[in-house]
């Protein structure tokens, strides 16, 4: 079984506007994405995770908008099968999602929405799919 270890991150992006009029509870909607690429030997990945939320707005023009991608590098120890892949999907994500949740608070509680968090997503290993490219 294939071992799994983040090297780096680096946070690749970060947006936030809050125009709200007044503090207090507002009505949000998420986004969400979650990638992970092999190299071509299957001894390192890159894990890309996108998350933002904006209010529930009618029209274009939002008037609170956060959005964080973080990119992390992870080494692989040992033989890599398509199960290992659906496992480290998971883990990937387990282990960068504070990182993003926490440049997020942090902008967020800057900017007069204290007390703000990401959505923790819900994964699970079969649940997975797995790309082959090829």
Do not use: W
């Amino acid at each position: 079984m294939a071992e799994l270890h983040m090297l780096s991150y680096k946070l690749q992006d970060l947006q936030f506007f809050n125009k709200l009029d007044k503090p207090g509870q507002v009505q949000l909607e998420s986004t969400f994405n979650f990638s992970v690429n092999y190299n071509q030997d299957g001894t390192r990945c890159i894990a890309k995770l996108y998350q933002g939320a904006k209010d529930k707005s009618e029209g274009p023009d939002h008037k609170f908008f956060v959005s964080v991608e973080v990119l992390g590098v992870f080494q692989i120890d040992g033989g890599l099968t398509d199960e290992d892949k659906k496992a480290f999907h998971v883990q990937c994500y387990q282990q960068l999602f504070p990182y993003a949740d926490q440049f997020t608070r942090q902008v967020c509680a800057a900017g007069g929405m204290p007390g703000f968090m990401l959505v923790r997503q819900k994964m699970s290993p079969d649940k997975v799919v797995i790309n082959k490219k090829g």
